[in-house]
């Protein structure tokens, strides 16, 4: 009965390679979140979705390309990967987009790129 | 532009001792405060927050933050820490309005048996 879950928790791939990653929440919640945290430990957020749009897109290549299905599921693609794109990437949602709404975390997922 | 200060990236700790740790934001608006842990291994989950009203704010597992605007600071506090207190730390801020969450860099508080 894992709240917020992501899919895989580690992935390793070479260089030029296209990934995804899946996140699904089980609370019920409108917004959904992605965040990155590089090797430093700094957090930051990438994308929010409310309600299956788009709410939050903060400076991030279009190499990574969310996708909504519906609320309880937030996808990230990434396309063409890249060395500086290895962190860990954290899907997170809340039941609205103001930060006044706790957000719950995932277990975050480690990519690593060779 | 808002953004979050933790000037302390590793805090070890005896067991039973008190603990502070420290975050600075800075902002020009009103703002919303947080702390959020994690622990080895898993997700950020949200320690305790500052919205209105009392400027101190308790955590229900004897975690205490106090929002400071003067000082701008909110540290965290805890009078007698445990083993199971082990975990990194993140503050941020959020501008009243903002959709937003700044997080700072973390600090990972270790206590020592």
């Known amino acids: 009965d894992t709240a917020v879950s992501q899919t895989p928790k580690y992935l390793v791939t070479q260089m030029g390679n296209d990934k995804s990653i899946k996140c699904e929440q089980n609370?019920?919640?409108?917004?959904m979140y992605w965040y990155k945290q590089d090797s430093k430990k700094f957090l930051k957020i990438m994308f929010s979705?409310?309600?299956?749009?788009?709410?939050i897109n903060e400076t991030v290549p279009n190499r990574f390309s969310p996708k909504s299905p519906d609320k309880a599921h937030l996808n990230l693609h990434i396309n063409s990967l890249e060395l500086g794109d290895s962190a860990v990437y954290f899907c997170?949602?809340?039941?609205?987009?103001?930060?006044?709404?706790?957000?719950?975390f995932g277990p975050g997922t480690r990519l690593t790129v060779l | 532009a808002q953004s979050v200060t933790q000037l302390d990236s590793q805090v070890p700790v005896f067991e039973e001792a008190p603990v502070e740790l420290r975050c600075n934001y800075s902002?020009?608006?009103?703002?919303?405060l947080f702390w959020y842990v994690q622990y080895p291994n898993q997700g950020l989950q949200l320690l305790l927050k500052?919205?209105?009203?009392?400027?101190l704010v308790e955590s229900i597992n004897g975690f205490e933050a106090e929002f400071n605007k003067s000082q701008t600071s909110f540290h965290l506090r805890k009078p007698s820490v445990h083993i199971s207190d082990t975990a990194e730390y993140f503050c941020?801020?959020?501008?009243?309005?903002?959709?937003?969450?700044?997080f700072g860099t973390g600090t990972r508080l270790t206590v020592i048996p």
């Open positions: 997170a949602s809340s039941q609205g987009p103001t930060p006044v709404d706790t957000q719950y």
């Open positions: 609370l019920g919640h409108d917004t």
């Open positions: 979705y409310n309600n299956k749009e788009l709410i």
């Open positions: 902002s020009s608006v009103s703002v919303y």
């Open positions: 500052y919205l209105s009203g009392s400027t």
């Open positions: 941020a801020v959020s501008e009243a309005g903002a959709n937003n969450l700044f």
